[in-house]
């Protein structure tokens, strides 16, 4: 079930985060116990260095297709997403609150009260559609997602990413008329591109 899936997940990032680390990296706590509070604490203090963060959000991403119902853990990894987004926030680590804002998009866990009712599979009749919060619906406070500088840096990041990714034919003085064209076209659609998914996100967070 969700609980044994949300244990599983908190173990397997807890191994993945400590090997990638040297050993020295708490788990991702499984519940909201004083013990998980304590385990929070530690990650929080892995989230001060930008290394930490990159792991921690590469160990999230690699869960996030068999593991992504979070089931009673959820509380426990809104707290630690929203940890990470401080330090993202005091550190202008945009690259790393991308992927967290991502991944806010990516787990949840299954509203009480809409679950599946156990004697039926879904393609059954009177089986009800499962409603899912994700987590991203309890960060959208959060005070960097009001911060137009982050989505203005977070915009250019992605421009100058993709820029990376066209292929230089040769100097732009030597190319032909239409090459120059066929570039700038390129270079308009990059920009566009980045600047709707990051309006799409805005607006979902």
């Given at each position: 079930g969700a609980a044994a899936a949300a244990a599983a997940s908190?173990?397997?990032v807890g191994g993945e985060y400590r090997r990638s680390n040297g050993g020295g990296v708490p788990p991702?706590?499984?519940?909201?116990s004083e013990a998980a509070g304590?385990?929070?604490a530690g990650l929080e203090a892995c989230m001060d260095t930008a290394q930490?963060?990159?792991?921690?959000?590469?160990?999230?991403?690699?869960?996030?297709?068999?593991m992504a119902n979070v089931g009673?853990?959820?509380?426990?990894?809104?707290?630690i997403f929203a940890k990470l987004l401080d330090r993202c926030q005091a550190q202008n680590d945009v690259h790393a609150a991308k992927l967290a804002m991502i991944l806010s998009q990516t787990f949840y866990r299954q509203m009480a009260g809409h679950g599946l009712e156990p004697e039926r599979r879904?393609?059954?009749?009177?089986?009800?559609?499962?409603?899912?919060?994700f987590i991203k619906?309890?960060?959208s406070a959060h005070p960097l997602f009001h911060d137009m500088g982050f989505?203005?840096?977070?915009?250019?990041q992605g421009i100058i990413k993709e820029f990376g990714t066209i292929p230089s034919e040769a100097p732009w003085h030597q190319l032909s008329s239409s090459s120059r064209g066929e570039a700038v076209r390129r270079v308009h659609n990059i920009a566009f591109a980045q600047v709707y998914s990051f309006s799409h996100s805005m607006k979902e967070m």
């Open positions: 908190a173990s397997v991702v706590p499984s519940g909201g304590v385990e929070v930490g963060r990159r792991t921690l959000v590469q160990v999230l991403n690699s869960r996030r297709g068999s009673g853990m959820y509380d426990t990894m809104v707290g879904p393609s059954e009749p009177g089986a009800r559609s499962p409603v899912r919060e619906e309890s960060l989505w203005e840096q977070a915009v250019w």
